[in-house]
């Protein structure tokens, strides 16, 4: 049958699906990824591989591959591999859509608690023995309730955010590339221009691909439209955000926080400025990661693995 690479050890029974097929399958142990040349060369010798998102496989890579007929990339996004590069050498991408649209969103809403709330500073403040006495003005933070939510991008995780604000009487304003009349109608969200979402939105929710047109599409421009207690939540790519902009606007006061569950680069070196500010919330790209979310994406990146290599469509193709 098939050898293949997983990029990383992963949960779940994928590993044994993929051996019950009667495929060799060789893990990489490490925590961290496999360094390029390594990488290389294990897809070099692979029939498949599974990757994730942090994984870059680049064209070079697919030259020295001739045996390699799929990269089931565990995840919805696949801005890791050029789909178009890998067509051009036989080469199928697949990904996991429908499947972390929930879990992303409560890590984004939890997010947006987490950060209106002082949630995570009031910890660590508690934690260096900070916490003397009751104060009325410690850690003021922001009501959700009854706030207004932007939501940018409404896909399934922009949608599955937009159910979750209806628990909390948020006003929901969203942008997306075409209208949704449907999720309008089901969560009385309003569409509007990004420029009026920004300007109106108390919690800014960040839902796109990593692409072209979305490449830094929260610069500095975007980011002085809005409320100055405003809150960005990003849990898409951190190439969306113009970072430099970002910080300058946090040092500068221009809105109120953020929270980041994704940066540029990852992971984000202690050095940067964005983990000197008490109002900014860094998380290790977990949004997708509750156990049964994970064990799932894996399960779904062996599926299309197996079908591949029986000479069958993929069931999630991307290319």
């Not at 565990?74 to 499947?99: L, S």
């Not at 929901?172 to 109608?185: F, H, M, N």
């Not at 490449?215 to 970072?243: C, F, H, Y």
Request: aromatic share 4%.
């Amino acid at each position: 049958m098939g050898q293949v690479f997983i990029t990383r050890v992963i949960p779940g029974t994928a590993v044994e699906t993929l051996r019950e097929a009667g495929h060799e399958v060789e893990v990489w142990p490490e925590a961290g990824p496999p360094p390029p040349d390594v990488l290389a060369a294990r897809l070099a010798a692979a029939d498949a591989a599974m990757t994730m998102v942090v994984d870059r496989v680049t064209p070079s890579m697919l030259d020295t591959a001739p045996r390699l007929k799929v990269l089931a990339n565990m995840a919805v996004g696949y801005d890791n591999i050029d789909p178009a590069e890998a067509a051009k050498r036989g080469v199928r991408v697949t990904n996991t859509p429908g499947v972390l649209a929930e879990t992303t969103a409560d890590m984004a809403f939890a997010l947006l608690m987490a950060a209106a709330r002082n949630v995570v500073a009031s910890d660590r403040d508690t934690r260096a023995g900070g916490w003397t006495t009751w104060s009325p003005t410690g850690f003021l933070g922001q009501d959700v309730f009854g706030a207004t939510l932007g939501i940018v991008g409404l896909g399934e995780i922009g949608e599955a955010m937009a159910r979750r604000a209806l628990g909390f009487r948020m006003r929901v304003v969203y942008t997306s590339r075409t209208r949704k009349p449907e999720a309008e109608a089901r969560f009385g969200c309003r569409f509007v221009e990004i420029g009026e979402l920004l300007a109106q939105s108390d919690f800014v929710s960040l839902h796109v691909p990593l692409n072209g047109s979305t490449r830094g599409m929260i610069g500095a421009r975007e980011l002085r439209l809005m409320k100055t207690s405003a809150i960005l939540v990003n849990t898409a790519r951190g190439q969306v955000v113009d970072q430099g902009a970002l910080i300058a606007a946090l040092r500068d006061g221009v809105i109120g926080g953020a929270a980041l569950d994704v940066t540029d680069p990852e992971p984000l070196p202690l050095e940067n400025p964005l983990y000197t500010f008490s109002n900014v919330i860094i998380t290790p790209h977990i949004a997708s990661a509750s156990l049964a979310t994970r064990a799932k994406m894996a399960e779904m990146a062996a599926a299309n693995i197996i079908a591949v290599l029986a000479g069958q469509a993929p069931i999630n193709p991307v290319n």
